[in-house]
Structures are given as C-alpha cells and as structure tokens.
C-alpha cells in the first residue's frame, strides 16, 4: 500500500498518518462530523503502540458501518479476550455514547482515559463530546435565556433616540503614499458631516507625509496632520486619539476606505446614551469571486454576523478583519486602554477587551473598504486558530472581572461556551484538570438511564406521530411549535434557539437530528448534499429503524400523539415511516410549502449557500417528499408557511381534519398568537414568477414542482368543504 493512500482500517486517514505510522497500531471508528453527532478518529498516543486484536478489528468495521449493536456484542467479546485492550474498552463507550445510554459511556470512557494517563487526544475528544450531551440542557437553558435577552436588548437600542455628536476619524498612514489619497478623499466625501480628520504619519520612508498634507489642503472637513516618531499601527492610533475631541472615534488604515455612507450608519447603529462600539462588513474590492466558488461562500455574511451574541463571535473568529474597521465611544476607547503594543490582530485584540465591558454591534453592510484580497490565508490560519484556543481558554478559566452580561466570559455564560467547544470535538484543548474535574462531577450525579430493550414490542394503542415535512427555512419550525402549543407533544430536550438563525427556536428533538445527521454520515452525504439512493433494506437500514424506535421510545413514552420534525426527514421518509409503523403509531404528514425563492433567498441571506445551489437543493428535498406522498397509503395534508402566518387556526384545523387528529385550537390561543408574527417572514417572492440564478432547465423543473406543491394546497384546503 502507498503512504499516501487511504489507509485500509477505514479511519480516514492517509497510511502514513495511520497504521504506516504506528505499525498496526489501533484505530478507531472513522474520523465523522464531531460538530454534528459523529466520533472522531481515536489514535493512541501512548509510546508503545499498541496491535489491535482480530475481534477490534472486526468490532470496528461493524462500527464503522453504522451497526452498533453488532460492534457493541464483538467490543464486550474482545475485553473478555483480552481485560487489557483499552482501545475496544473505549469504543465501547463511543458506541453506548451513540446509543444514547449516556451513564455507561461516560463509565467506560473514564477508565479509558484513566489506563491510558489522560493522553489519549481522540479519546478526550470522544469524553468531551459525551459530557457536551450531558450539560445540554443546562446549556440550552442558558442559551434560550440569552436570545431572548440579547433579542430585547436589540429592540430596545433600535427604540432609543440616536445621539449625535463628532465623529474624530484617526487616519494611521506609514508608507502608503499611492493610496492615502483615497483614503482621505473618501472622509471628505462622508454623508455624515460633523466629522474631523486625524491623520498620524508613522515614520513614513517615502511621500506619504507630502501626499498626506496636499490632500488636506484639498478637503473641507477640519483636519490635522500628527508626525509618529515610531512606526506600528497601535502608537499612531493611541496618539491620534489622544488629539480627538469627538464623542466617538473611527479609525481607518492608510490603504483603505470608507464606503460614503459609512459613518452615517454608524452613527444611527450604534450612537446611544450609553457607550457603545462596533463594526461592519469589510468589502475586499481586490477579491474577485465566481458565484458558486468555496471562496464565495467563505465570505458570505455567515462570516460577519453572529448567531450568537457578537462577543461570542469574537471567541470564534476575527470578525472585524481589518483593524481600521472599529467605531467606539472615545471614552470607553480610553477606558480599556486603547490599542496594545503587539505584533498583530490590534483591532481583535481591543474587541475582545471592549467586549467584555460592552457588547458590540454589528453593522450590516460593507461599509468598510480594502483594496487588498480577502483574509484566508492558510499560514495566517494557523496562527489565528492558536489565538482562538487561547482565546477560549481565557475566557473558561479567568476571574477577571466582566460587566457585559452578554459575552462569553460572563460567569453565567461559560456553560454555552463549554458546550460550544465539547460539541465541536474540542475537549482535548481544554486542560486535562478541568476536562476530569467535569467527567468526575458528571459520575457522580444521579441522572436518568435510559431504558434499552433488545426486542422492541410494538406498542399497543392508538398512537399518532404527527410529522412535519419541508426545506430547510421552509417555515417547518413555525408550523412545529404551533401544532406542539395545540396539543403535539415534544420532549424537553429540543435544539435551542440560534439568533440569526431561529430565535424563536427549532422544535425538533436533539436526538432525532443527532440520529439522522449520522445515519446521512453513513450514507456518504450531509444535509445539503443529499443527491444520493435511500437504502430500502439491508442492515444498515434495520439498525437505523432500530435506533429509531429506540428514540420514540425513550423520549415520547406514551403520548398518543407526538410531534417529529427535522427537515432531512424529506429525504429520509420511508425509513421514517416503517420505524413508525413497526413502533405502534399510526404516522401522519403535514407537508409545509414555500416559495423555493424565498426559501433560497433565505439560506444564502444566512450563509448557507449561493441562491441557485440552494433552488437544487429545495428541489431536490421536495420532489423526495412528494415521491414519498405520491406512493400511496399516506396520510398528509400540504399547508403553506404564508398561510399560516395569515390565519393560523384556520390552517392548525385543516390539519386537525384532514389527519384526523386531536388539536386543541382554543387552549393556548394566546401563545400561538405572540409565537407566530409576521415579521417572521424576512423574504418575499411573487408567487406567478421564479426569480432565480439558476439554469432555465433547472428553474422550469423548480416552478413545475412547485406549482404542483400549491396545487395540492389548494386540494387539501377544500377537504371538509372549509
């Protein structure tokens, strides 16, 4: 075998980096999206490597191929073979982990990690990703309070009066004489005017100093030149501050601009009584990007704005990209310091200090300019992604004190952010102490087991799955909660709120989407690649109806009538529906129809994707729920998300009828009708038209189908002669 084939054990890795590297040392389950649901490659870190026995390797194809119950059966055989083998001791907790028995995983991957002295990186990875699971819903709790304070905190700014008042922009320029021109033009040409302009000229080798004071000759605006005896961008900035006398400070680089409404919109977002900061978008006009390039969706507002709490963002990544791209109260500005003496990243520096005095505000919109091209580059990566760890360190461990109750620092909040990092696949960056520490405090609680029956019996009864079909940005969260408000039940552990993203929350069960993200992981595909043949039968199949059941069982009991939502149901339906069938419930459909316009529209607006990648991807989830209707013996109606938001007891009593269900329309009215707004809906399109980036082929199948989608709308919306 070549180094640098795939080595043959399945982990993912090249041979080099695998067997090749340790001689036959063990490996475990493949390398999957520990973002998601998946494990991550375990690779023994100990010094003697170790040979995987027969039964491991066996156990571990089985694991790979998503048949847990298998690989758990030939796990226990190889620790009875061999009591020493902590590599099958491990995976066995990785496969309880993902069979959800949580108390025995967290067992056995503590006596892992405590034969192999904590050294094990993937093995601290996998405990992180349990513990992740455990704290949950403490973090949920958290999270959910946090958008809903954050939400209120933005429509309160928005309602207090703008408080206007002279804006001191330190222009720093050190040997930018081609392009300090333009910088200062595009201060003069501001549509805010009460402005003044400092420009600090850093021991400049060439006619910057010149250039700076024949284009201040030529402005309006009242400015003054400042000479820097010392060169680096954070003196400059300092000193140029210390000669401002405006209330707010806006700092621009010698080789970029603003965009001429940059100062006014500043302004309007972030002047307020009280001190405030922020940033907007940075336009590269040197980036060059085709529509449906990995660069374009690298640079896409997913980048910019938070889904969580901006300060959180910061933890994250460098969102202000340019330092120049900060506008700040000049008193808070002195407050924190200023900017520091260091080599790099001043702008993200001073954030993260402002940060945690005052949450920021992100401006919409690319306001600021650069000449140059975007950020991503490969060896500057490297260097940011030991600042986040840092970064995320600081701020899980330090007793500084923080007086923004929004940012990630803040006492209250560490459990998100300790979640954030487990869930990602984080846990071997955290000290080995504080990983224990939570791994100890976690065995010694009495939290519930869950109950796993070898044999599922169906249950007895009328029980009714009520199940909500659609596209991602479809409405389908909205259609959710209304029917679980009308007597739908949910269980408590549902996907918390994302601001930006849902923040009125998800209602869809975390165990649902865990499962099915791993079943697509199986299948070679994710949720937005999802063009491949559904399996009917075969052992694969049987274990994720299994697991199915096995969901149902633990989180609904014996609720006759349960709410499942998760949109990749659309592609996964007819495994749904045996699952359903064979576990005692009678299943029922409720198919939300949107514009695939709006519903692209939406996802690129959030990052996703491109709009035309997102129409394919509309087309292709919708034709897989229409197939799966059209087969027969399917009972579903199709509402429209529009419809919903018009007149939603109207639609919650179609469903009612159609499905022959029992909807309580009257008992919580009143939550209905505060849940359900219609700002809820942000894009609009026209349904006689197809506005789309995309094909004419493509685009006529999109319209064809969404036509007929709408037409059996209309049908269903005559059953019962409303």
Same mark, same amino acid.
């Given at each position: ?24 040392? $063990? ?40 048949? *847990? ?7 226990? %055989? ?44 993937? *093995?601290?990875?996998?405990?992180? *990703? ?24 933005? *429509? $309160? /700014?928005?309602? +207090? ?75 400059? #900035? ?32 972030? $002047? ?73 990243? +001043? ?32 060896? #500057? ?13 600081? #701020? ?84 959710? %909660?209304? /029917? ?24 869809e069960t975390e165990a649902v989407t865990d499962l099915d993200a791993r079943f697509l992981e199986h299948l070679g595909a994710d949720w937005n690649r999802v063009d491949f043949e559904l399996p009917t039968h075969g052992p694969l199949t049987d274990e994720f109806v299994l697991n199915v059941r096995e969901v149902l069982q633990q989180e609904h009991g014996a609720a006759p009538l349960i709410l499942i939502k998760d949109p990749r149901i659309c592609v996964l339906a007819p495994l749904w529906d045996r699952a359903l069938r064979e576990g005692g419930y009678r299943p ?22 491109? /709009? ?72 609009? #399109? ?37």
């Amino acid at each position: 075998m070549s180094r640098n084939e795939l080595c043959a054990c399945g982990s993912g890795k090249r041979y080099k980096h695998c067997h090749g590297r340790l001689e036959g040392g $063990a490996i475990a389950a493949e390398a999957s999206s520990a973002a998601r649901t998946g494990i991550v490659s375990a690779q023994p870190l100990w010094d003697v490597p170790r040979v995987p026995s027969a039964l491991h390797r066996e156990a571990l194809n089985a694991h790979q191929s998503g048949l *847990l119950r298998q690989a758990e059966e030939l796990y226990r %055989r190889a620790i009875e073979a061999d009591p020493s083998d902590v590599d099958s001791v491990h995976m066995l907790g990785v496969v309880y982990f993902e069979r959800r028995r949580y108390r025995e995983a967290l067992d056995l991957l503590w006596e892992a990690a405590e034969r192999t002295g904590w050294n094990d990186t993937a *093995l601290r990875q996998n405990l992180g *990703l349990l513990l992740a699971k455990l704290i949950t819903p403490e973090a949920n709790a958290r999270q959910e309070a946090l958008v809903t304070e954050y939400s209120a905190r933005k *429509l $309160a /700014l928005a309602a +207090q009066p703008v408080v206007p008042g002279r804006v001191s922009v330190v222009l720093v320029v050190r040997d930018q004489a081609s392009t300090v021109a333009q910088a200062i033009a595009s201060v003069a040409a501001q549509t805010y005017r009460d402005l003044e302009l400092i420009v600090v000229e850093g021991a400049s080798t060439d006619a910057s100093a010149a250039t700076v004071a024949q284009s201040l000759r030529a402005i309006a605006v009242p400015a003054m030149q400042v000479r820097s005896e010392r060169r680096g961008f954070s003196h400059a #900035a300092n000193l140029g501050a210390r000669h401002a006398s405006g209330r707010y400070l806006a700092f621009l680089e010698g080789d970029d601009s603003f965009a001429p409404e940059r100062i006014e919109r500043m302004i309007a977002g972030i $002047a307020r009584e009280s001190p405030l900061w922020g940033f907007s978008q940075v336009a590269y006009t040197g980036t060059t990007i085709q529509p449906d390039s990995t660069a374009a969706s690298a640079l896409r507002p997913r980048d910019f704005l938070a889904h969580d709490p901006v300060s959180f963002t910061l933890l994250a990544r460098n969102p202000i990209e340019r330092t120049g791209n900060l506008f700040i109260e000049r008193g808070l500005f002195n407050r924190i310091g200023g900017f520091l003496d260091m080599a790099g990243d +001043q702008g993200w520096d001073l954030a993260i200090r402002a940060a945690r005095e005052v949450e920021p505000v992100a401006i919409a919109g690319e306001l600021y300019l650069h000449a140059g091209h975007g950020p991503a580059r490969p060896q #500057a990566e490297v260097a940011r992604d030991r600042t986040v760890e840092r970064l995320v360190l600081n #701020a899980l461990t330090s007793d500084e004190p923080v007086r923004n109750e929004f940012c990630p620092q803040f006492a209250q909040n560490r459990i998100v952010l300790l979640r954030s990092e487990l869930r990602a696949g984080r846990g071997d960056r955290l000290p080995v102490a504080m990983l224990r520490t939570l791994a100890t405090e976690w065995r010694g609680r009495r939290f519930a087991t869950t109950r796993h029956d070898e044999q599922l019996a169906a249950t007895q009864g009328d029980k009714v799955a009520l199940v909500v079909l659609g596209m991602y940005r479809s409405g389908t969260s909205a259609v959710a %909660r209304a /029917l679980n408000l009308c007597g739908a039940f949910l269980p408590d552990r549902v996907v918390a709120a994302r601001l930006g993203i849902n923040p009125k929350g998800f209602w869809e069960t975390e165990a649902v989407t865990d499962l099915d993200a791993r079943f697509l992981e199986h299948l070679g595909a994710d949720w937005n690649r999802v063009d491949f043949e559904l399996p009917t039968h075969g052992p694969l199949t049987d274990e994720f109806v299994l697991n199915v059941r096995e969901v149902l069982q633990q989180e609904h009991g014996a609720a006759p009538l349960i709410l499942i939502k998760d949109p990749r149901i659309c592609v996964l339906a007819p495994l749904w529906d045996r699952a359903l069938r064979e576990g005692g419930y009678r299943p029922v459909y409720v198919v939300v129809v949107r514009h695939p316009a709006e519903v692209a529209g939406s996802m690129e607006t959030q990052g996703d994707m491109p /709009l035309a990648r997102g129409l394919a991807l509309w087309h292709t989830y919708m034709r897989r729920a229409e197939a799966f209707v059209a087969e027969g013996g399917v009972d579903a109606v199709h509402i429209r998300y529009t419809e919903l938001l018009e007149d939603w007891r109207r639609v919650v009593g179609r469903v009612a009828r159609r499905l022959s269900i029992a909807l309580d329309i009257d008992k919580r009215a009143d939550e209905v009708d505060r849940f359900l707004e219609a700002g809820m809906r942000t894009h609009h #399109a026209d349904d006689a038209r197809l506005d789309a980036t995309a094909p004419a082929a493509q685009t006529e199948a999109i319209a064809a189908l969404y036509r007929r989608l709408l037409e059996r709308c209309e049908r269903d919306a005559s059953f019962g002669q409303e």
